[in-house]
Antibody, heavy 119, light 111 residues
Framework: EVQLVESGGGLVQPGGSLRLSCAAS????????MHWVRQAPGKGLEYVSA????????YYANSVKGRFTISRDNSKNTLYLQMGSLRAEDMAVYYC????????????WGQGTMVTVSS | QSVLTQPPSVSGAPGQRVTISCTGS?????????VHWYQQLPGTAPKLLIY???NRPSGVPDRFSGSKSGTSASLAITGLQAEDEADYCC???????????FGGGTKLTVL
């Protein structure tokens, strides 16, 4: 079964750090660009970050640039999002997603992991 | 304020046809970039509904269709069913941001 499973979410204080993981299974992970998308409670989807299939290219939304780092370990079939200097506005459910079958289209999504930023 | 603009809500009776608009600009939809649509049921992850403006992934009923013209795109749902009640969101690429952008989402209510 093609699947993405996120983990690593939780409660963190403002200014703190957290690392999210996304474990892929059922497909050739190293062949696909991967993305992170977030959704604040009661709000719409917000694009966060992208990484190419080999990890050589990355993209960040302006709202997280300089604070978040996307990476991947193709030997472990795992995508990561290192989040730092967290703010209240970063509080959201974070989804990882696979890019396919068209550029910037996301056909497989994880179940999401909640990040709560609060003192 | 989302880069792509959608109506906050639409509604329709079972069996009817509804459309959801997605309005962009010359740096995204108007620049020729593809539009994708997602359906999100309450408490679940988004599901790809339409990709490349008008293509349906395997398993998506042909009651769902997409189109694009100029700086806008539309999602049409015919033969409305109770199970279609969900949030629908459009997505495209924006050259000025050099990344993906989403619409604010539209809540579909089946009356």
């Amino acid at each position: 079964e093609v699947q993405l499973v996120e983990s690593g979410g939780g409660l963190v204080q403002p200014g703190g750090s957290l690392r999210l993981s996304c474990a892929a299974s059922g497909f050739s992970f190293s062949s696909y660009a991967m993305h992170w998308v977030r959704q604040a409670p009661g709000k719409g989807l917000e694009y966060v970050s992208a990484i190419s299939s080999n990890g050589g290219s990355t993209y960040y939304a302006n709202s997280v640039k300089g604070r978040f780092t996307i990476s991947r370990d193709n030997s472990k079939n795992t995508l990561y999002l290192q989040m730092g200097s967290l703010r209240a506005e970063d509080m959201a459910v974070y989804y990882c997603a696979r890019e396919d079958p068209a550029p910037w289209a996301f056909d497989i999504w994880g179940q999401g992991t909640m990040v709560t930023v609060s003192s | 304020q989302s880069v792509l603009t959608q109506p906050p809500s639409v509604s329709g009776a079972p069996g009817q046809r509804v459309t959801i608009s997605c309005t962009g600009s010359s740096s995204n939809i108007g620049a020729g970039y593809d539009v994708h649509w997602y359906q999100q049921l309450p408490g679940t992850a988004p599901k790809l509904l339409i990709y490349g403006n008008s293509n349906r992934p395997s398993g998506v009923p042909d009651r769902f269709s997409g189109s694009k013209s100029g700086t806008s795109a539309s999602l049409a749902i015919t033969g409305l069913q109770a199970e279609d009640e969900a949030d629908y969101c459009c997505q495209s690429y924006d050259s000025s941001l050099s990344g993906s952008v989403f619409g604010g989402g539209t809540k579909l209510t089946v009356l």
